[in-house]
């Protein structure tokens, strides 16, 4: 009975905090919050500002204390903010923290403006700036102005300046107290801007002094309107419309950290025949030899990580690029405006590999081209060159065998070859395409990590110029590779269990991560396994997608990911409709067109960001929802290339009930990470050679003719972690990408339970937007005016039930019914 109570009480205590989480989430009871700090924070401008004109007057009624009287109506006070204004002000004013108290309602205002949703803030960065600035300057008030203290009624410090500046003068001087004062202030300024650093070590290294002498030297020299800034680059004129500087904390800081390149490494090796052949005779310093090499020009970090640390030269190129933008008539639409002090992650939030430095290990280089020798020799093949690519975790021999070897037979000796090297994962290229000769592909002693900061951070990644560009890993000859998701346009990865699929997922969308703006990019992404993508669940407001009712921007349900997939569809069905009205066939130029203001917003027009599906355990979908998944997977997979939408399939079944005739002909990007049998292999590439791959990260890439293989960069969960992180916790959107809703077939609400007694204060202006659009679409009143989907939804229903829209049909817009706003304004007359 006891534990029955108990059970009860729980009950009753956990509803009552749900209504009170419930208050808490109201809207509307923000924004009456939020209202309220806003008008009292004008109240507390008005007690604050007659403080400085009647404070003298009032100041004996206020000091007196005397309750009775300052709550008598007659009570004297001057202050226009009453008798209880004027406490206030003395108080926070006198006896506080002087005039910098007025921070304190600047943060009112501001935390205000953020619930009413007029603005948005980051509200602790303008906590924190309040308070610094308020206990800063009721300091220095307290501190400069401490004579003012006797013969005034105001105290510019308040009494926390004084006391504290008392303080510090007793313990480190007047001198040191300037300096603390000077000393924080830096720090602040340091805090507000990187570029205060900047500012700093301009100011450290004379150069204004060097500027000076030089305009002097100018002066004597030229005549004055030869006279130019001598802020140059490199030498260059600095440009005229040029500001300043550019904040150094921009994406290219990201390119600092990045390591240095070796200098110009070499992985390539002419083997010795002993006696047969000899091309080139091997370096001497085998063990020291590093490896980027095969291309003219290797994968160096990115060349911005060799600036020199004063940052100039860098800036103006930026500048001069956001110049080319501007329209003749108006200024371009940025659709990066809303977050634009948005920063990329940088280069060293990724971590450093010790293991990650090329090296070439001569002797196993010789013992594994003599085993390959006497092999082949053993089976009368002779071989008249051999030269020897190392890679991250396989070498490449390419052999080039005596005239009239049949290759069929070199083919043969897979099994004899990887015998006798005593090596799993032998892979016989035979021929190389485009090349007269066989490789054999063997797999390194001492493999090594391709780490997420050596792709991440490489020139041609950094430098890159595709729409979406993916970082794959490494490739033999340890050049990176790239693909662009745009051209691909879906890809489809499966291998067995653990051998690299999420961290390759991770290396795709961590790439993505580095190059897009949250304005450009949105990912849904799905995860039955639940556990793979919650790492990414942070960056909602920046980089997700998902319905308007969806709790979790991470799809874990399969029936939310029926519902997202539909969704999708519809968001692809308005998108070709917009291109189609913008007379434009892809998003590229339509986005162009939309940044260029040819396109009318008020026409349903908008910027599209570029949308990433990801499907983790692919398998799982279609072994639970079979067809319900499949199909519109397909068709989004036929079809959404040309408006941005583009999907990454990973599945550890291989098998063909899961990789099905249909995926297979709409994805026509694959990458097979180690699988058991050949058979997996041929289900995912067409041809046996994933089987014969070694795990953790190493892979075939197929797109065309020939699979390229691949060590994938190692980008890990904590990396991961610190980049969303860093995402994170810079200002976002308000809410996740809403994609459209979806109503399915046996959809549609029930008109009964809609009560036109109660309609939604917005209900009026919606209908209008409606009529003005023609568009009977959900998502354009949730997005016009902000509100969520339910509720938008509601007055959806509302304007059904009251004639303006016609009812639901499945994806598409509602019909209209009224055809301009006379007809709309009759509608609503009858109405009331
Ligand atoms: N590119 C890589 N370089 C080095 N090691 C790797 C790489 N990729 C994966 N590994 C190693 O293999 C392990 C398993 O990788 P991962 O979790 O990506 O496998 P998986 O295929 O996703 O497995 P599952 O299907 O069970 O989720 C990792 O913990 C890591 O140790």
Known sequence: MAKKNSTKDTEQSLSLFGKIRAILKNETIHFVVGLILVIFSVYLLLAFSSFFFTGAADQSIID??????????NNGVKNYAGSRGAQLASYLIND????????????????????????IVRLWKWFIGCSLLLIWFSVFFGFAFVEQYQNSFLYLGGMHGYNISNWLT????????????????????????????????????????????????????????EFTDSWTAKGKKKPVSAPDVVEPDTEEEAFVATPEPAEEPENEITLDLGGITEKEPAKPSHEEVSMIIETPAPEPASSLSDKPAVAEPTFEVETVEEDEYKGPEKEPYNPRLDLENYRFPSIDLMKHYENAEPTIDMAEQNANKDKIINTLRSFGIEISTIKATVGPTVTLYEITPEQGVRISKIRGLEDDIALSLSALGI????????????????????????????????KKFQESTYDLPVALGKTITNEVFMVDLCKMPHMLVAGATGQGKSVGLN??????????????????????????????????????????????????????????????????????????????????????????????????HKFMP????????????????????????????????????????????????IITGTIKANFPARVAFRVSAMIDSRTILDRPGANQLIGRGDMLFLQGADPVRVQCAFIDTPEVADITKFIAKQQGYPTAFYLPEYVGEDGGSDLGDVDMGRLDPLFEDAARLIVIHQQGSTSLIQRKFAIGYNRAGRIMDQLEKAGIVGPTQGSKAREVLCVDENDLQMRLNNLL
């Open 427 to 458: 892979r016989i290229i035979a021929p190389i395409p485009g090349k007269g000769t066989i490789g054999i592909e063997v797999p390194n002693s001492n493999p090594k990590i391709v780490s997420g900061q050596s792709i991440i951070g490489s």
């Open 610 to 657: 570029y949308i990433v599906v990801v499907i983790d355990e692919f398998g799982d979908l279609i072994m639970t929802a079979g067809k319900e998944v499949e199909l519109p997977i397909a068709r989004i997979a036929q079809l959404a290339r040309a408006v941005g939408i583009h999907m990454i399939i990973a599945t550890q079944r291989p098998t063909t009930n």
């Open 96 to 119: 506080c923290f002087g005039i910098s108290s007025f921070f304190i309602l600047v943060f009112l205002a501001v935390a205000g403006l953020k619930l009413m949703r007029v603005r």
């Open 507 to 604: 290396a795709i969308i961590t790439s993505l991560l580095y190059k897009k703006h949250p304005a450009e990019l949105k990912f849904v992404l799905v995860d039955p396994k639940k556990v793979e993508f919650s790492i990414y669940s942070v960056i909602e407001h920046h980089f997700l997608a998902k319905l308007p009712d969806g709790e979790d921007a991470i799809i874990t349900d399969v029936t939310k990911v029926v519902q997202t997939l539909n969704s999708i569809c519809v968001e692809m069905d308005t998108r070709y409709d917009l291109l189609k009205a913008a007379h434009v066939r892809n998003i590229k130029e339509y986005n162009e067109k939309f940044i260029n203001r040819t396109l009318n917003p008020e026409k349903g």
């Open 170 to 225: 007793s313990q480190v001087g007047v001198p040191g107290v300037w300096m603390i004062l000077l000393v924080t202030a830096i720090c602040f300024l340091i805090y507000l801007s990187a570029r205060t650093v900047v500012w700093l070590r301009r100011l450290f290294s004379l150069s204004f002094l060097k500027r000076k002498q030089k305009a002097e030297e100018e002066e004597e020299g030229k005549a004055p309107e």
């Open 64 to 73: 007196s204390g005397n309750t009775q009287e300052l709550a008598s109506v």
